[in-house]
Structure formats: C-alpha cells, structure tokens
C-alpha cells in the first residue's frame, strides 16, 4: 500500500507538450478525481442527510491527507522511490525533501545515480510530446467533470 502511496502521491510527475517540459505534483490527478467525484455524486444523490455528504467526500480528503500531510509524518526513503522520475527529483532536491535521509546516496554513489538519472530523463524528454496525458489530466477531468456537471443540473 505505501509503495502506491508513493507513486501517487509523491514528488512531481513530469511530462513534456509542445517543447516545453512542465512538473506538477502527482497528488494533483487523483484529488482532483476525487473532488469531482464528490461534486458529481452530490449532484445525483442530492444532500439530504449529513451522513450521505460525508461518505461522498471521504475519497476526497483521503487524497488531500495522503498528497499533503502523509510524508510529514511518515518520510520516504530514496530507497524506497521506485520510478526515476522520482528518484531524479529526489536527488535533484534535496533541500525541498527535508527529511533525514540514511539511504541518500551519498559522494560518488551520488554522482553515478545523477549521472544514471540524467541520461535517462534526457532520453526520455528527447521528443516533442511526452506522458501528455498524464500531465494534463487534472485539467482533462476538470473539464470533463464540469460538463457533466452542467449537462446533470
């Protein structure tokens, strides 16, 4: 479970469009998802009772816990990161991570894995268009979830 916790929820996701290479949190997808969950189930059940509104919000605060407050209380561990994008930001970031890390590659184990991850980040974004799904789709479900919204009221 904690090995999804963290790559859902952790770090950046990058992704490239038009040239450009964009980051934005990973969080961002599935608490945007389960907001509009919330929005749109509450437009179909209604609000009745307070116990029906809490149920249909529960996956939403889920999503803000485990994005925002999960990793100030349970850090995570370079040897726990099991994509590269990840890994790549880790090491490139130390600063924002802030925990106190054992497994944080260290002198020259250091300069392999940045050497490691910078060639695999350079060949990956070495095209025009990349992961652009993935990187777009809290404004796809954005859109998506407003029209539905609309077409429901």
Request: proline content about 4%.
């Amino acid at each position: 479970m904690r090995n999804w916790i963290i790559i859902t929820f952790f770090l950046y996701r990058e992704f490239k469009i038009f040239g450009k290479t964009i980051s934005r949190l990973r969080a961002a997808t599935p608490t945007v998802i389960a907001f509009f969950f919330g929005v749109i189930s509450q437009t179909i059940i209604g609000s009745e009772h307070w116990l029906v509104i809490l149920i249909e919000w529960i996956p939403f605060i889920i999503c803000i816990i485990l994005g925002f407050y999960y990793y100030k209380y349970k850090p995570v561990k370079y040897d726990e990161l099991i994509d590269w994008q990840q890994q790549f930001k880790y090491l490139s970031k130390p600063d924002q991570i802030g925990t106190k890390d054992e497994t944080f590659p260290d002198g020259v184990y250091y300069t392999i894995e940045m050497k490691r991850l910078d060639k695999i980040h350079f060949n990956y974004f070495s095209e025009d268009n990349v992961d652009v799904i993935k990187g777009l789709a809290p404004t796809l479900v954005t859109i998506i979830g407003a029209i539905i919204y609309v077409l429901l009221q």
